[in-house]
């Protein structure tokens, strides 16, 4: 009887043993990250007759899909965007507060992730000149979560942010990031700032002595399948979409070769969905070369495809020329989780995929569909604002500063109070602006707006303008073509989210959930310490068997 009692009670110590060690290895070798900048969450569906199995379908069904995931801030932009996600916070704290915003000491605008501190680091040293190149993630003023895994894991942990634009590079692989990459659109090369390196590694000068963006604007852009099955956008000849340079029309196929030479050259690549295959050999090339998901710790990769914006920027969300550049995103996610599963293995990376922002339909668009839609001048509105403040107080120029959501002003010696008042009451008489907050008078109560959370999770003290405002829904500053974003209409903050890899299970949910989320899940999920002014909820669901 004694032996059988020992017995057992071996067995269930042994029957324990797997269990902790699970639950001491809880990280997988690598996280991934990946951004498709101005996704709106309904492409998933909107496209999806002509998605493959194993790209957004994938994710999909093999994964956890959050259908109801939003922004809760404004502008919905690319920096701020960004930002958001993996500090797991809004521009309130983080300080992104636009993708450039004017800055009254140095009397200039100034873009979010520049830096005179710092230079370009080209193929085998540095070039010690201030330039687009000068760049790093100075402005963003709390810890992200891949800084929170760097320090956890006392630097063991490699840290890599790739994309064409560099503010899509920069801001995921936050502070302490082993390096952040992207595209000079200038030579066809991905370059770096001296923040991170004084010239680039090995791996990557072979990779731009491959010249892929050669290639790549050497194709022809055609519809990847026959255009008729193009059914969930407009006619191919629509209005209201880009006419590169030198062309006569603004339809399929597009010469590549022919059309790069008036139309920015190599950075003609970041404009067309050919820009989205080069990333993707980037990272295909970065995770070998730097040898993400072989060591002890957990690494951790952050993507932002690009072009998909100037795409969408360019033709609009309904044309033919987004259908296929989203087709083709597809095959894009089937190329990337495949060679994971070849270098990492399947079930060594847990993979997170959203958006920065959305987009919203152009305003002559929705007119021809009978739908309330309109244009509107930020800087006519400025010069009539000025105008009106000069005859109420005598002081020209006091707006400094005003883009599609903030007002900035000039130092004076006038009250507050009753400037800004002016101010309000004034901007309450244009068409189309629907509330209007200064958020340091206490006699404005936010608590009275229909955006109250908005107005506080967009508000910086020191980087915000002194007024803020939103647009009615169906207004867009006034463009040629295309689309634009920055409102917090659901067009502009209704993003895809979908969870895939090792700890996710299957499933989706409909429960309303911000981006600011995502941090606290990846927190919790994996034991990584959360950033220092990040959300404190994760969403729980990912947490059930």
């Keep these: 009887m004694i032996k059988r009692i020992g017995l057992v009670g071996l067995l269930v110590i042994c029957s324990c043993k797997p269990k902790q060690e699970e639950e001491v290895n809880v990280r997988p070798k690598l996280i991934i990250g990946v951004v498709i900048d101005q996704m709106r969450a309904e492409y998933l569906y909107r496209f999806e007759n002509n998605y493959s199995d194993d790209g957004f379908k994938r ?6 899909h959050v259908k109801n995931a939003h922004y809760n801030y404004l502008p919905t932009a690319t920096g701020p965007g960004h930002s958001s996600i993996y500090t797991g916070t809004t521009p309130a704290n983080h300080g992104i507060v636009a993708n450039e915003w004017y800055d009254n000491k140095l009397e200039r605008v100034v873009y979010c992730a520049e830096d005179s501190m710092v230079f370009l680091a080209d193929k085998f040293k540095m070039y010690k000149k201030v330039s687009s190149f000068s760049r790093s993630p100075k402005k963003l003023q709390v810890t992200t979560i891949t800084d929170e895994l760097k320090l956890f894991s006392n630097g063991r942990s490699k840290v890599i942010g790739v994309s064409l634009k560099d503010r899509g590079a920069i801001f995921p692989a936050g502070h302490l990031a082993d390096a952040a990459y992207w595209y000079n659109g200038l030579n066809g090369k991905f370059v770096t700032s001296t923040y991170y390196k004084e010239k680039l590694p090995l791996w990557l000068q ?26 969930n956008s407009e006619p191919d000849n629509a209005p209201f979409e880009k006419r590169f340079i030198g062309r006569k029309n603004n339809t399929f196929p597009y010469d590549l070769k022919k059309i790069s030479e008036k139309n920015e050259g190599h950075g003609l690549l970041m404009e067309v969905p050919q820009g989205n295959t080069l990333l993707t050999e980037l990272v295909k090339a970065a995770v070998v070369g730097e040898q993400l998901g072989k060591g002890v710790e957990t690494d951790f990769l952050t993507i932002s495809y690009s072009s998909t914006d100037y795409i969408g920027h360019h033709f609009g969300i309904r044309s033919k020329e987004l259908e296929d550049t989203y087709v083709r995103m597809d095959r894009e996610i089937e190329t990337l989780l495949n060679s994971l599963d070849k270098e990492v293995g399947k079930g060594n990376y847990t993979l997170f995929l959203t958006a920065d922002h959305g987009g919203s339909d152009h305003p002559p668009f929705l007119v021809s569909k009978k739908l309330p839609g309109k244009f509107y001048d930020p800087q006519e509105i400025k010069r009539k604002l000025n105008n009106y403040l000069f005859e109420k107080f005598g002081v020209k120029q006091l707006i400094s500063f005003m883009d599609k959501t903030q007002i900035y002003i000039a130092d004076n010696d006038l009250s507050k109070e009753k400037l800004y008042n002016e101010i309000i009451a004034y901007l309450h008489t244009v068409e189309g602006i629907q509330e209007v907050f200064a958020p340091t008078l206490k006699t404005q109560a936010l608590s009275n707006s229909t955006l109250s959370d908005f107005i506080k999770n967009s508000y910086h003290s020191d980087e915000s303008g002194a007024i803020l405002y939103h647009m009615t829904p169906g207004f867009m500053e006034q463009r040629m073509y295309g689309t634009t974003h920055g409102n917090a209409s659901t067009g502009d903050t209704h993003v895809p989210l979908l969870w895939y890899g090792a700890k996710i299970p299957k499933g989706s949910i409909v429960k309303r959930i911000n981006i600011t989320q995502i941090v606290p899940s990846l927190s919790f999920l994996f034991n990584i310490p959360l950033p220092n002014r990040s959300d404190r909820t994760p969403i729980e669901e990912l947490f059930q068997d």
């Design 59 to 64: 994710l999909m069904s093999e994964g956890f």
């Design 206 to 231: 072979e990779f731009n002595n491959k010249k892929i963006p050669d290639s790549l604007l050497g194709l022809t852009w055609d519809t990847l399948l026959p255009i008729q099955e193009y059914t």
